[in-house]
C-alpha cells in the first residue's frame, strides 16, 4: 500500500496528491510517469510526474477527474493509500542526459496547457536546480483553471500565462503567445517543449515547424494499460511505429502523426473502433507482440 500524505484540490475537478513511494523518489528524472491504482480491482491510470521529493521518498501526482477511477481516485484522503503505485516508467525527458554545458548555451521554451502544467514543472524545476533559466507559457481556458503558477514562477526565468477568455494574463491560444514572443518581441528560442491536450500540441508544432524551433511533446494524454500491451499509445513518429508508454512519452513533434493520434484515441474508446483497429494493424497493434489480446 502507498499512503497519501497530501491532498490539495488545485482547481475545478483537479486534484494533486504527494503519495509515499520510495524507491519511485531515489529513480525517477523528469518527463517519467507512474501507473496507479486506488484498489485491487481498480483501473491501471498512468500519470506523468508532477514533482519528486527524494529525501521525503514522495511523489507528487496531478490528475483531473475525467471517468470512474480519476472520480474514485478524488474520494482519497490523507492518510489512505493507493493499492499499486508503480514506476518510474517510460523514459527520461532527453535534456536529462545532454552535455550540461552544451545545455546551457540553448534558449529553452516550456508551453503547458491545462493539466500539462503538471508535467511541465519537474523539467523546468530541473532547469532551475542546474542554473538554467527557461521560459514558461501557461495556457487555460479561465483564471480558475491555471495551476501551479507560484511553483512555475520560483522556478521559470520569465513566466507568461494566458487564458482562453482574457480573464487573466493575456488573451488567447499559447500558440499566440509564442508567435508574440518570437515575432514581436525579439525572444529566439532553439528549442520548445510542450505538453498538454493533443490539440494544443498539435497547433504549436505547426507554428514551431514554422518558426524552425526544435520540439518535444508528451504523447502521455494517450496512454491507457501504460506497458505497451494494450496498443492504446501507438504513434506513427515519421516513418515509425512507436508507443507512447515504452518507447516515450515525449517524441519529436514534427515527426509526430497527430491527425492519425487524435482519431485513433477517438476509436480505443469503443468497442467496435478496438476491433477495426487491432484488425487494421495486425501484429503492430499491441507493441509488436499481437498475441496478448490487451483489449479483450
Not at 482519497?76 to 503505485?85: N, P, Q, T, V
Not at 529553452?108 to 532551475?128: D, E, H, R, S
Not at 476509436?267 to 483489449?295: A, R, S
Amino acid at each position: 500500500m502507498y499512503k497519501i500524505s497530501k491532498v490539495e484540490i488545485l482547481a475545478d475537478k483537479i486534484y494533486l496528491m504527494d503519495v509515499v513511494a520510495p524507491r519511485i523518489a531515489k529513480h525517477c528524472e523528469p518527463g517519467q510517469f507512474i501507473i496507479a491504482k486506488v484498489d485491487e480491482y481498480g483501473e491501471r491510470v498512468p500519470l506523468t510526474i508532477c514533482d519528486y521529493n527524494r529525501e521525503a521518498g514522495t511523489i507528487t501526482i496531478v490528475f483531473q477527474t475525467l471517468g470512474a477511477s480519476t472520480i474514485k481516485m478524488a474520494t482519497l484522503k490523507e492518510g489512505d493509500a493507493f493499492s499499486d503505485f508503480v514506476g518510474p516508467l517510460g523514459c527520461a525527458s532527453e535534456f536529462v542526459t545532454e552535455d550540461l554545458e552544451e545545455l546551457k548555451k540553448k534558449k529553452i521554451l516550456f508551453v503547458a496547457g491545462g493539466v500539462g502544467t503538471a508535467p511541465v514543472y519537474p523539467q523546468v524545476k530541473w532547469m532551475k536546480d542546474h542554473g538554467i533559466d527557461v521560459d514558461v507559457v501557461i495556457g487555460a481556458k479561465t483564471k480558475d483553471m491555471v495551476i501551479l503558477e507560484e511553483e512555475l514562477k520560483s522556478v521559470a526565468g520569465n513566466l507568461y500565462i494566458t487564458t482562453d477568455d482574457g480573464s487573466y494574463g493575456r488573451t488567447g491560444m499559447v500558440t499566440k503567445v509564442i508567435e508574440d514572443l518570437v515575432k514581436e518581441e525579439g525572444k529566439h528560442y532553439d528549442t520548445c517543449v510542450a505538453i498538454g491536450p493533443m490539440i494544443m500540441m498539435k497547433f504549436v508544432c505547426l507554428l514551431t515547424k514554422d518558426l524552425g524551433i526544435h520540439t518535444i511533446v508528451s504523447m502521455n494524454p494517450i496512454m491507457v494499460d501504460g506497458t505497451g500491451m494494450c496498443g492504446a499509445c501507438r504513434l506513427s513518429i515519421g516513418n515509425e511505429i512507436k508507443f507512447a508508454c515504452v518507447d516515450g512519452p515525449e517524441f519529436d513533434g514534427h515527426l509526430v502523426n497527430f491527425d492519425e493520434a487524435m482519431k485513433r484515441q477517438a476509436m480505443y474508446k469503443t468497442v467496435e473502433g478496438k476491433k477495426l483497429l487491432k484488425q487494421i494493424e495486425g501484429d503492430t497493434h499491441h507493441g509488436g507482440c499481437g498475441v496478448c489480446g490487451g483489449d479483450e
